[in-house]
């Protein structure tokens, strides 16, 4: 039910709900397929960092976030093809650099995911040949930033 939920909550996202026109019926919305260059996109995985109490000193708590971002540097097929990808919003992306400028590598992940996000993106192709990214995005046009966060989430039409 969840699983069938979802699906239908993120193809609602990319096109719409069906309307009927006449006698046919077509999408609310027309998607886009957007391509950028691999070497413009700054593709980032949340990753969750759970410590168990018992790994802890008594009385102390997890001092790191629990979630972390990793930079993904393979964009092969397999990794990236169906992934549902946030773009962060431009005003993130500035203050998570200007951050790690001035704190060195001490990054601040959550001024990425924490600060919402300009959208979604569903990975449809990604040619390695051609050094080129394809994205489904709900709508035509340049993306706000092309710094993406990825999770776990997939979806196939």
């Known amino acids: 039910f969840r699983r069938s939920n979802r699906a239908t909550s993120i193809r609602r996202y990319f096109h719409g709900d069906v309307i009927k026109s006449g006698d046919n ?3 609310q919305y027309t ?3 957007i ?3 691999l070497s413009q996109v700054t593709l980032y995985k949340l990753v969750t960092v759970d410590l168990a109490a018992s790994m802890l000193p008594v009385g102390q708590l997890q001092s790191t976030d629990p979630v972390q971002i990793q930079q993904i540097h393979d964009f092969s097929e397999g990794v990236l093809h169906h992934q549902v990808c946030a773009v962060c919003h431009p005003d993130a992306v ?5 951050n790690n400028e001035h704190a060195g590598e001490d990054k601040k992940a959550r001024d990425l995911y924490l600060n919402g996000v300009a959208g979604f993106v569903k990975v449809e192709k990604v040619d390695l040949d051609k050094g080129i990214l394809r994205f489904l995005s709900p709508c035509g046009g340049e993306l706000p930033s092309k710094t993406l966060l990825m999770g776990d989430i997939t979806w196939m039409e």
């Open 25 to 27: 019926f077509a999408n």
């Open 31 to 33: 998607s886009s397929a």
């Open 35 to 37: 391509e950028i260059p």
């Open 94 to 98: 500035e203050k998570y650099n200007s």
